[in-house]
């Protein structure tokens, strides 16, 4: 006989599930020990719930096909929780399985007991408890279809002695249905737009990672408009190689050219974006937008025309309809703006940048102690790292110094918890990644607050054999907490780090590490963490006082900003 655990074991390794992630616990026990005796699954034990649920979303991400994570009774369960809201805001497949009390104690506020259905509510397109064997398979394979085709998290709850029950002798193997193909916006609507970008009014372009399969549709449409084209973090991947028409991104992460090619716009074409920072978008102008989900449509900005369909399903139908724009003033002067600010970050990346007489006048007010800046880290990781390499970033400074000095070329990959915004992302991100192909170069831009809050998981990288680059902004600070601080005319307050000496902590756990504090050394130490055999983490000791000024910085920004910088100076300077 099979029992039900072994039988959802079984049809998940059917469909091509492959590894596992979670913490052990009794009421998974009848899961894990299926595990156990199917080769074709690897069962992944992090050191704390959140990592897996973490990791697996990163896996969705990359993949497109369903993470699996578990959580045990009560408390193992509802440490999923923040790893599974980020699969939810990233639109990512996951199937999460939770133990639960046996069934005769349900209801009866038994030790760790927890209404898991009521708990999952919000973060879940689907949550039901499998309470006897005869609700095989359509329970499962109502749970894996609906993640598929809401793209979302699936939890299937399971009392600790369900899990062992046996399946009816005739059970039939679950069929998870494919996703929906992919379909263009109507005609009608498609023909509107098409007039509307056949006239002369300037277009820009704000590409989101809905786009990310239409890349040969978006540049051609940049082309015809002569339309600059701003990309979202998250469409850095697959958009921003080898594009002439971009300008950066927008956001508190962007640059003053990606504003002003936005501002300057008559006509702003969303493709493939829910791009959320309201005051990020420009006033009266037409909007067009497209997107697969309708519940999309105008919800960050008022739009004129609305485009519900696949970005390059549509923009296939839509190409064929527009002539080529003589006038490229607009992308030009969008372009040249651009190329302006990037070189003027340059200097910054100097690894030798404060002891040139400019430098040794700017560091004199941003970088007194002379520490490493956080943007030569970033570009030295650039540099060296394989054009293959899979990227994940912490929410912070970390992920705004990789918006701009990391290019994604080749086949990189870019992971990170960019619609939730969660601490602690990076590495169990990484994990994820790096269990997919233990071969491939995968690469953590962690903080040092969001390393510490999870620093278990640097043990499991050992553990499990995944050979992670953990590179850490070690600012002893919850950096962008305190820029927020200082613009808002506040000194910092409980931002400050007392970090170990965190290369040494993680020596201690197994890792290869090493400390670095001279920005002379930063290119040898990057290659060199590269380059080794194995989990590594690489702890650079950067500015604190870095700012990484906004692209569109208002006047009570700068007054809030000097009167914070003076108060601190009185306060602890």
């Known amino acids: 006989m099979t029992t039900v655990a072994e039988h959802i074991v079984t049809a998940l390794a059917d469909s091509g599930v492959r590894q596992v992630w979670g913490v052990v616990g009794d009421a998974l026990n009848p899961f894990t020990d299926a595990i156990r005796r199917d080769d074709r699954v690897e069962w992944v034990g992090v050191r704390h719930e959140e990592a897996a649920a973490f990791a697996v979303s990163a896996q969705a991400q990359l993949t497109g096909t369903v993470g699996v994570c578990m959580g045990t009774v009560g408390p193992g369960s509802i440490h999923l929780l923040n790893g599974l809201y980020d699969a939810k805001k990233s639109h990512a497949p996951v199937l999460a399985i939770c133990g639960q009390v046996p069934s005769a104690e349900i209801g009866t506020d038994f030790f760790q007991e927890v209404d898991n259905d009521t708990l999952f509510a919000d ?90 399969t239409a890349r040969d549709q978006v540049l051609e449409l940049a082309d015809l408009l002569g339309a600059p084209m701003v990309l979202t973090l998250k469409a850095k991947e697959g958009l921003e190689h080898d594009n002439p028409f971009e300008v950066g991104q927008s956001g508190l992460i962007g640059n003053p050219a990606a504003a002003k090619a936005m501002d300057a716009c008559d006509v702003l074409v969303l493709v493939g974006t829910d791009f959320p920072y309201r005051d990020w978008y420009p006033k009266g102008k037409t909007v067009v937008q497209l997107d697969t989900r309708g519940e999309h449509i105008g919800r960050r900005t008022p739009v004129a025309h609305a485009l519900v369909g ?47 007489l400019l430098g040794r006048a700017r560091a004199v007010f941003d970088n007194p102690d002379e520490r490493i800046r956080p943007e030569a880290l970033a570009a030295a990781v650039d540099r060296l790292a394989p054009d293959s390499t899979i990227f994940t970033s912490d929410t912070g400074m970390s992920t705004a110094w990789l918006s701009r000095f990391v290019t ?13 915004g969660s601490m602690a992302n990076a590495l169990p991100m990484a994990l994820g990644a790096q269990a997919l192909d233990r071969t491939r170069p995968v690469v953590s831009f962690s903080g040092d607050g969001g390393l510490m809050m999870l620093l278990g998981d640097l043990r499991t990288a050992v553990t499990h054999d995944l050979p992670v680059k953990v590179v850490v902004f070690d600012n002893g600070r919850l950096g962008m907490v305190k820029l927020e601080q200082e613009q808002g005319g506040l000194p910092e307050f409980g931002t400050e780090l007392d970090n170990p000496d965190l290369a040494a902590v993680a020596t201690a756990m197994g890792l290869t590490a090493r400390r670095v504090t001279d920005a002379g050394d930063l290119d040898e130490a990057v290659a060199w963490a590269l380059a080794a055999v194995g989990p590594v983490l690489l702890d650079v000791v950067t500015n604190p006082d870095e700012v990484a000024v906004p692209p569109k910085p208002t006047l009570a920004q700068g007054w809030g900003f000097a009167i914070a910088k003076s108060r601190e100076a009185f306060e602890s300077r």
């Open 123 to 212: 973060v879940a397109v689907w949550a039901h408890t499998l309470s006897a064997p005869a609700q095989l398979p359509h329970l499962l394979e109502q749970a894996v279809n609906a993640a598929y085709a809401q793209r979302g998290v699936a939890v299937l709850t399971v009392p600790g002695d369900v899990g062992d029950l046996d399946v009816p002798k005739h059970t039939t193997t679950p069929v998870f249905a494919p996703s929906p193909a992919a379909a263009a916006a109507p005609a009608d609507a498609v023909r509107r737009v098409a007039e509307l970008l056949g006239g002369d009014e300037a277009v820009t372009l704000l590409v989101g990672c809905g786009a990310r």
């Open 310 to 356: 696949d970005a390059e399903a549509t923009l296939d139908a839509l190409l064929p309809q527009l002539a080529r724009r003589a006038d490229r003033t607009h992308l030009d002067k969008a372009v040249d703006a651009y190329r302006s600010w990037h070189d003027g970050q340059q200097a910054l990346l100097d690894p030798h940048h404060d002891a040139s």
């Open 408 to 420: 994604m070329r080749g086949t990189r990959r870019l992971v990170g918890s960019y619609n939730l």
